[in-house]
């Protein structure tokens, strides 16, 4: 035809859709609804279910959909419900008289099951499976059965010890009784609990779709370690039954408590076509797991092997309380699905992990890249429920529907499936409110999505439906997948528009005309004939800065909106074509291209079937719903060119680029947690006019483009980004519209800003390119420009220490261990207080804080006295969530137990270890030079035959006296003769001595107490969970100043300084740059004498000495004065001068008396 010679650029793009258009299909507002009486917990399990007869020819088996419905709490023991898909199809309300009970006996046998009469409360149909051609398997975990049978048990039921068993029940797929499965059965009892006395069989179960492998979670054998059990079936010369359960002894892979067995599916793990199993233990490890088995080889074996572990991330987040296999990208490997529904954040919770599988030889492993789902509400246990929806929108790949029970009355997610996983947001979501009828139903509905199962073709249009449980209402809603319809939008022709001429259908009106024709394949037996169709077409404003449209059409009946299209057209053949023509109304830009979009819709009336109050199922095959993948059409407008007389336009494009990121090396560094990064460009046209000209940057999918900045004069520049992975190879584009023409000599200079998601985590190193393109002729045809960006992990992380009070006294009253009735007759209260700080830019995902405890004094023996008394566990606080620190040594907090409620003093009952840390038994009086106002305490010791004085090691040997006096007991009084023991220090007793400090202009005496040089420390790992930038840690020790050994061994000192330490160290494997240098800090306590209590001699000062010299001087000399006066100093002398002579009398008198002797005298 003429216009295929037209030379004109014609451009025909898929709408860029919001996910949330993809998976339309499932329609609530036409559901089918069971009901049951109140409170039987009806749709605490659901299970889709079929009934496939054998056949030899698969096309001629018969299939007939059922819903298998677990009610644990009707008629006291539960009961699992059948229920009718096609019965009464007139109605779409359907109560109980819709669903019959299954049996828990054979039809043809008068007498329940053995053990029928210890059935009540046993919660049957607390699980329930369906293998459709393998029948259904249920199970009541709670059904219990006296011992009678072990050793020392009773023989009357009544009083025997009950056995928490648990119970399956296995059907045919025509839902006939078949066999009863007890796992516990038999098994060893003797240590009830710690053996298989409380199995609770059936807490989980699964029938597979191949093979009759039915699997039982039993969670609560060996100390609710747990297990899991499998029984297969199999036809080849009669039955073989083959138990094969998990290791349940001292190699049991879990510890105490983890529950393994919570939930359990098998799957094609590590082979196309063996088996394999999983199953989640959510308390193990403390943050969950998922351990995958597979069948020991070894002959005359019947355990699990373990193959291999999947950890949770989160503490408490349940990690594997549901899990499904599901193959994702149909590989025949399944791909593994697990919930942890307790996972929060601010905002958030409840978490999903798809674990794809790679295939031999990794598979499933903990390497694998898991992808993160989080529900969008806290507390919402959004991932409660998981199931496989198979191929919900004919992708090729299988899709996922999971339940949020608790996100207000409960909601539905459905994800679909790609090569890679999951896609990242939900394609549809599916909320109680939704529910055509709902507001009709009373009490309104709750719990929705409790419960779950998909990939069952209910009413037989091949696509896959959905049942949904909402346990607490007792309902049960089945809804239904409309068939989707491929309508695809095609342009035939579209003229260039001339602005120059005005030929418009014989008019003066410058205009062009198109053609657009709509195609229908039939697919799947459905033929197209019938579907009323609105074929909108709009020009220009659902562009975002567009106001207004620059052209017209013709045929618009809608005068106050001229610039819309619409066309309502009966589809009755495979193809209809509409042709029509545009009107150009607005000169202003002849340059830049006009843009239509065209949309399709189907005419329907569901919206009023479900506000009306009639029950009449429709069929819901009446009401496709399109595929707006191709029911949605973009086409273009060019103008014709100036381009010369050749009509051929040859531009230059001359493009600059400049990254704003850091350089190692010489490439381009990324540091993860920083904002973004920009790309400066100068795009310049030396030649021609360049006509659709675009500016493109390549992107990783990781980064997505936030916007840009127009740096030239040029005012309207649009970015738009592209992403399509089939064309792009996992990329993505951000394209920039450079104008339509870029001028001659035009110049544009463009800022483009990025930001990483949080998929960039996993990556080492990206690439950006920038390029341009036109439809002219770019002569100068420049390379692209490429940055390869390493991705770069580094957190600054600074730890600080600091001590509250820093300064403390002691002195006072010595108090002994053993006399000690609270905390608080220990000493001042301290606490050490660590910062740990993030400066970015990187959120560190975990770390560990490596704490060292002054304790007490090292003495080289097994104890010393105590320094700084722990009385609490340190603590970790990041914002408002507190977690507890975790001691290398047992009993290393409150070892004395005095924060326990006081009691009587029992001298016999002193911890040896206080009492050998705490004081002498009696101490001697204070010898110390200065006078100090200390009262001390003697303290005594019974002697009794069992005494052990090792303890007391540290004093010399005990100086015995015996006295009588009264010692308190537990429950009497008594008197009782002891011998005292009078204890002095051991000269091997340590005493750190103090060193000299200036401080302040003075000398002081300051003992320094440090770990690992005279303090024996215990030490504390504190573990730190996603640290983001610009957060602090805060890691708080409270202790109290153990006041007795101060005041007995540091009495004279000025100060005494007690040190604890605090490092930061990061697990090597974790790739974190991090300067260490800061990784270190200490907190110190500075204890110092009670000054009010020890008043030491200072001296006096200077000039009263010199004044008391002074005073001294001038009583001498007064003294001297007064003797004077008193004639001290004068001799009495004879008058004449001479000495007289002595009498012979006299000197014999004075002879007798000694004073002369006879010899000295003639």
């Known amino acids: 035809m003429w216009w295929a010679e037209v030379s004109l650029t014609l451009s025909l793009v898929l709408a860029a859709l919001d996910e949330s258009c993809y998976a339309f299909n499932l329609e609530p507002r036409l559901p089918l609804i069971y009901e049951d009486q109140e409170g039987s917990y009806f749709g605490y399990s659901v299970a889709a279910h079929m009934i496939i007869n054998n056949s030899s020819d698969n096309r001629n088996r018969d299939r007939k959909p059922r819903i298998i419905v677990g009610a644990p709490l009707k008629n006291n023991r539960g009961e699992v419900m059948s229920c009718d898909i096609f019965g009464d199809v007139g109605r779409r309300y359907k109560g109980n008289h819709h669903c019959e009970s299954l049996p828990l006996k054979p039809s043809s046998s008068s007498q329940s099951f053995e053990g029928s009469e210890n059935a009540t409360g046993m919660w049957l149909g607390v699980s329930v499976s369906s293998g459709h051609e393998y029948g259904v398997l249920t199970c009541a975990h709670r059904f219990t059965k006296p011992d009678l049978g072990g050793e020392g048990s009773s023989t009357d039921p009544r009083s025997a010890q009950q056995l928490g068993l648990g119970v399956c029940f296995k059907y045919t797929t025509n839902l006939a009784y078949e066999d009863i499965r007890m796992p516990c059965q038999g098994k060893a009892y003797n240590k009830y609990h710690q053996d298989f006395g409380l199995c609770q069989a059936g807490t989980s179960c699964h029938l597979s779709k191949d093979f009759n492998v039915q699997s039982i979670g039993v969670p609560g054998a060996k100390t609710w370690r747990g297990a899991v059990y499998a029984f297969q079936s199999r036809y080849t010369n009669g039955f073989h039954r083959e138990w094969v359960a998990t290791h349940t002894d001292a190699d049991n892979p879990v510890e105490n408590y983890a529950y393994l067995g919570m939930s359990v599916t098998t799957g094609h793990f590590f082979d196309k076509f063996q088996h394999a199993w999983a199953s989640g233990a959510p308390r193990a490890n403390d943050t969950g797991a998922v351990l995958l088995f597979e069948k020991n080889r070894a002959p005359n074996t019947n355990e699990l092997e373990l193959n291999r572990t999947l950890v949770g991330e989160q503490v408490a987040s349940s990690f594997g309380y549901v899990i499904a296999a599901v193959d994702i990208n149909r590989d025949k490997f399944d791909d593994l699905i697990v919930g942890a529904p307790f996972y929060f954040e601010d905002g958030l919770g409840g978490a999903v992990y798809v674990f794809m599988n790679e295939g031999?030889?990794?598979?499933?492993?903990?390497?694998?890249?898991?992808?993160?789902?989080?529900?969008?509400?806290?507390?919402?246990?959004?991932?409660?429920?998981?199931?496989?929806?198979?191929?919900?929108?004919?992708?090729?790949?299988?899709?996922?529907?999971?339940?949020?029970?608790?996100?207000?009355?409960?909601?539905?997610?459905?994800?679909?499936?790609?090569?890679?996983?999951?896609?990242?947001?939900?394609?549809?979501?599916?909320?109680?409110?939704?529910?055509?009828?709902?507001?009709?139903?009373?009490?309104?509905?709750?719990?929705?999505?409790?419960?779950?199962?998909?990939?069952?073709?209910?009413?037989?249009?091949?696509?896959?439906?959905?049942?949904?449980?909402?346990?607490?209402?007792?309902?049960?809603?089945?809804?239904?997948?409309?068939?989707?319809?491929?309508?695809?939008?095609?342009?035939?022709?579209?003229?260039?528009?001339?602005?120059?001429?005005?030929?418009?259908?014989?008019s003066s009106e410058v205009c062009t005309s198109f053609e657009v024709c709509l195609t229908s394949p039939s697919q799947y037996g459905y033929q197209s004939g019938g579907l009323e169709i609105i074929q909108r077409i709009e020009a220009e404003t659902f562009l975002e800065h567009k106001k207004k449209s620059r052209v017209i059409f013709k045929e618009a009946k809608d005068t106050d909106h001229p610039h819309i299209y619409e066309r309502k057209m009966s589809l009755s053949t495979s193809s209809l074509c509409t042709k029509g023509n545009l009107i150009l109304v607005d000169r202003s830009d002849i340059h830049n291209t006009i843009r239509l979009k065209l949309t399709l819709n189907i005419v329907d009336d569901i919206d009023e079937l479900s506000r009306s109050s009639t029950e009449q199922v429709v069929l819901i095959d009446r009401y496709p719903i399109l595929n707006q993948k191709l029911g949605t059409l973009i086409i273009k407008a060019n103008f014709i060119k100036n381009c010369g007389d050749d009509e051929i336009c040859e531009s230059a494009l001359h493009t600059k680029a400049l990254m704003n990121l850091p350089q190692e090396k010489g490439e381009h560094v990324f540091y993860l947690g920083t904002e973004g990064l920009n790309i400066s460009t100068i795009i310049e046209n030396t030649g021609e006019p360049a006509y659709d000209a675009d500016l493109i940057v390549e992107h990783p999918k990781e980064f997505s483009f936030i916007g840009r900045a127009v740096l030239s004069n040029k005012n309207v520049l649009d970015c738009v980004e592209e992403r399509n992975d089939e064309?792009?190879?996992?990329?993505?584009?951000?394209?920039?519209?450079?104008?339509?023409?870029?001028?001659?000599?035009?110049?544009?200079?463009?800022?483009?800003?990025?930001?990483?998601?949080?998929?960039?985590?996993?990556?080492?190193?990206?690439?950006?390119?920038?390029?341009?393109?036109?439809?002219?002729?770019?002569?100068?045809?420049?390379?692209?420009?490429?940055?390869?960006?390493?991705?770069?992990?580094?957190?600054?992380?600074?730890?600080?220490?600091?001590?509250?009070?820093?300064?403390?006294?002691?002195?006072?009253?010595?108090?002994?261990?053993?006399?000690?009735?609270?905390?608080?007759?220990?000493?001042?209260?301290?606490?050490?207080?660590?910062?740990?700080?993030?400066?970015?830019?990187?959120?560190?995902?975990?770390?560990?804080?490596?704490?060292?405890?002054?304790?007490?004094?090292?003495?080289?023996?097994?104890?010393?006295?105590?320094?700084?008394?722990?009385?609490?566990?340190?603590?970790?606080?990041?914002?408002?969530?507190?977690?507890?620190?975790?001691?290398?040594?047992?009993?290393?907090?409150?070892?004395?137990?005095?924060?326990?409620?006081?009691?009587?003093?029992?001298?016999?009952?002193?911890?040896?270890?206080?009492?050998?840390?705490?004081?002498?038994?009696?101490?001697?009086?204070?010898?110390?030079?200065?006078?100090?106002?200390?009262?001390?305490?003697?303290?005594?010791?019974?002697?009794?035959?069992?005494?052990?004085?090792?303890?007391?090691?540290?004093?010399?040997?005990?100086?015995?006296?015996?006295?009588?006096?009264?010692?308190?007991?537990?429950?009497?009084?008594?008197?009782?003769?002891?011998?005292?023991?009078?204890?002095?220090?051991?000269?091997?007793?340590?005493?750190?001595?103090?060193?000299?400090?200036?401080?302040?202009?003075?000398?002081?005496?300051?003992?320094?107490?440090?770990?690992?040089?005279?303090?024996?420390?215990?030490?504390?790992?504190?573990?730190?969970?996603?640290?983001?930038?610009?957060?602090?840690?805060?890691?708080?020790?409270?202790?109290?100043?153990?006041?007795?050994?101060?005041?007995?061994?540091?009495?004279?000192?000025?100060?005494?300084?007690?040190?604890?330490?605090?490092?930061?160290?990061?697990?090597?494997?974790?790739?974190?740059?991090?300067?260490?240098?800061?990784?270190?800090?200490?907190?110190?306590?500075?204890?110092?004498?009670?000054?009010?209590?020890?008043?030491?001699?200072?001296?006096?000062?200077?000039?009263?000495?010199?004044?008391?010299?002074?005073?001294?001087?001038?009583?001498?000399?007064?003294?001297?004065?007064?003797?004077?006066?008193?004639?001290?100093?004068?001799?009495?002398?004879?008058?004449?001068?001479?000495?007289?002579?002595?009498?012979?009398?006299?000197?014999?008198?004075?002879?007798?008396?000694?004073?002369?002797?006879?010899?000295?005298?003639?």
């Open 360 to 506: 031999p030889p990794k598979f499933i492993s903990p390497s694998t890249k898991r992808q993160k789902i989080v529900g969008n509400q806290e507390e919402s246990r959004f991932g409660f429920a998981i199931t496989g929806m198979g191929d919900v929108d004919r992708d090729g790949f299988n899709d996922v529907a999971i339940g949020a029970p608790y996100e207000d009355a409960g909601a539905v997610y459905l994800y679909l499936g790609n090569s890679e996983g999951l896609s990242p947001r939900p394609s549809q979501i599916i909320r109680a409110s939704d529910l055509g009828r709902s507001r009709m139903l009373s009490p309104p509905t709750t719990t929705f999505g409790y419960s779950l199962s998909g990939g069952v073709d209910l009413d037989n249009n091949k696509y896959p439906d959905l049942v949904i449980g909402a346990y607490a209402s007792d309902r049960v809603f089945a809804v239904y997948a409309r068939p989707i319809r491929d309508i695809k939008a095609e342009l035939q022709y579209i003229d260039q528009i001339d602005p120059t001429a005005r030929k418009c259908m014989s």
């Open 727 to 1162: 064309d792009n190879q996992g990329k993505s584009l951000v394209r920039c519209d450079l104008g339509n023409p870029m001028e001659i000599g035009e110049r544009i200079e463009l800022l483009l800003k990025f930001k990483p998601e949080n998929e960039a985590d996993e990556l080492t190193s990206v690439k950006f390119t920038v390029r341009t393109s036109t439809s002219s002729r770019d002569t100068r045809n420049q390379a692209p420009i490429e940055y390869n960006v390493n991705i770069v992990r580094a957190a600054e992380l600074e730890i600080k220490g600091k001590a509250t009070p820093e300064q403390v006294l002691y002195g006072g009253q010595v108090i002994g261990a053993s006399a000690m009735k609270s905390e608080v007759d220990i000493g001042s209260e301290v606490m050490h207080v660590y910062s740990v700080f993030n400066y970015g830019p990187y959120l560190v995902p975990e770390f560990s804080v490596y704490l060292r405890w002054p304790l007490e004094v090292e003495n080289m023996r097994k104890n010393g006295k105590y320094l700084l008394y722990l009385t609490d566990m340190p603590q970790v606080s990041v914002g408002k969530q507190t977690t507890s620190c975790r001691a290398l040594k047992p009993d290393s907090i409150d070892p004395l137990g005095l924060r326990s409620a006081s009691k009587p003093l029992v001298a016999t009952e002193a911890p040896k270890a206080a009492a050998s840390r705490a004081q002498p038994r009696v101490q001697k009086k204070s010898t110390d030079p200065a006078p100090r106002r200390t009262t001390t305490t003697t303290t005594e010791i019974p002697d009794t035959a069992n005494e052990d004085y090792d303890d007391y090691g540290d004093y010399d040997a005990p100086e015995k006296s015996t006295t009588a006096r009264t010692i308190y007991s537990r429950k009497f009084v008594h008197e009782r003769n002891y011998t005292r023991q009078i204890l002095t220090r051991s000269k091997r007793d340590v005493i750190v001595p103090a060193e000299s400090v200036r401080v302040g202009g003075r000398i002081r005496s300051v003992v320094s107490m440090r770990c690992g040089v005279n303090t024996r420390c215990v030490d504390f790992v504190c573990t730190v969970t996603n640290l983001k930038k610009h957060t602090r840690a805060l890691i708080s020790i409270k202790a109290r100043l153990w006041n007795a050994t101060f005041v007995e061994d540091y009495p004279q000192v000025d100060q005494v300084s007690i040190f604890s330490s605090a490092e930061v160290r990061l697990d090597p494997d974790v790739d974190i740059r991090q300067n260490t240098t800061n990784d270190y800090a200490e907190a110190e306590t500075k204890a110092e004498p009670d000054a009010s209590l020890y008043q030491r001699s200072e001296g006096f000062p200077l000039w009263a000495i010199i004044l008391g010299v002074l005073i001294g001087i001038l009583l001498l000399v007064a003294i001297i004065y007064c003797l004077y006066k008193y004639g001290f100093f004068k001799r009495n002398l004879p008058s004449n001068g001479q000495y007289q002579s002595v009498s012979q009398t006299e000197k014999s008198e004075l002879t007798q008396f000694g004073q002369y002797p006879d010899n000295h005298y003639n």
